[in-house]
């Protein structure tokens, strides 16, 4: 009964969430400088075709009448037709003028997003999997061992690798496993091993994050009375830390990994598949932005909204599960 209770007021706090989203990133599209329909027909299209292809595209209808026309086909899961690539991939707007534009020849968004998203997920994926294996026992010593050298060594490491901005050191990473020494592919994508080099990038802004909230968390456990009182019963140090230290510990985890998931998805992620020509879903956004392409742009949000709501409901949820005092 708690699940279902859970899961229903969640659920319904985020669909709200994800509305009031899609409806602020709708309305600024519109309202920002610049005409997708000069993009799709190109600059030399004359002012007649141009706002005649706007209107029947519905782009000159008030903006509440848009969204609502919008949202009432995405509820059915029709997120439209992209404004410049074709179905077989391509991106032709503009290319030979107005006698290119097809709207019926236009790609789904969805088919588009279903082609890139394995490739952020795989991405996104090995970033978290080399991130967890190296901050979480070295956030682990730093917590146990709290002021002392092992403490000031994760805090060290931390603050070098969060100064590190993520284009500098992708191309340094580029430069040196790639161009110089050859060990790993940088550009691109053929197999798993292209996903690597931009992993890594990843990895080092999610490693420090990780460490101080592991550290900080460990260290604060260690002082609840809980772990004198199991000592003084007879449980080891080691049993204490083992078996309820590092589960309580896990909470603030947990929580940080559910905004961090979603915070590379939205920010990092975008930027790394850029710098990689990674073909993602980020590479995907940043050139729908640049081509004012309005339906990826406003799918692309929307799913991403969707992902930070269900993470963190499943977050929450887990943390319920491992300690009964919280409350969501």
Known sequence: MFALDFFIRRLAQGAVIVVFIALLIFTLLRVVPGDPVRLMLGPMVSASVAEQTAKDLGLRDPIIVQFGRYFGQVVQGDFGRSFVRSAQGGSTG????????DASNRASVLSLIAATLPYSLL????????????AIPIGIWAGLNAGRWPDRFALYLSSILVSLPNVWLGLVLIFLLSAKTGWLPAIGYQNWTFAILPAMVLAVELIPVIVRAVSVSVAANL????????QIRGLTRRRM???????????????????????????????????????????????????????????VAIFACAALVVVNILVDFASTTIDRRLQY
């Open 223 to 230: 002082l609840e009375p809980y772990v004198s009182v199991g």
């Open 241 to 299: 830390i083992v078996a309820h230290v590092l589960r309580n510990s896990s909470i603030p985890l947990l929580n940080l990994l559910g905004i961090q998931a979603v915070g590379l998805i939205l920010g990092s992620l975008f930027v790394v598949e850029y710098l990689f020509n990674y073909p993602g879903i980020g590479l995907l956004m940043i050139n729908a932005v640049f081509q004012r392409d309005f339906p990826i742009i406003q799918a």
């Open 94 to 101: 503009g290319s030979r003028g107005e006698s290119t534009f």
């Open 123 to 134: 991405l996104a994926a090995l970033a978290f999997l080399m991130s967890l294996a190296i």
